[in-house]
């Protein structure tokens, strides 16, 4: 619908990225609370890289509270 000039889009960033660089788009990132998404990860309960997992869930979750 949007190439057609039908409407817009909204997408993931990652989707978003497929069109980037065409001049026939524009993107604009979304600054509101809506527009948020939640991501999960998830790790088998008892592989043999547990700590190698927490020590990445925790990088991450110490990232996100920086902003």
């Known amino acids: ?3 057609a000039g039908l409407g ?5 960033t990652s989707a ?3 069109f980037a660089g ?3 788009f524009v993107r604009r990132p979304l600054d509101e609370r809506w527009g948020q998404r ?3 990860v998830y790790a088998l309960r008892k592989s ?3 700590k190698a ?3 990445l869930i925790e ?3 110490q990232t996100r509270d920086e902003g």
């Open 53 to 55: 997992v927490q020590a």
């Open 8 to 12: 817009i889009g909204i997408v993931p």
């Open 48 to 50: 043999p890289r547990l």
């Open 1 to 3: 619908m949007v190439e």
């Open 22 to 24: 065409t001049r026939n």
């Open 16 to 18: 978003a990225s497929a």
């Open 59 to 61: 990088h991450l979750s």
């Open 38 to 40: 939640e991501l999960c």
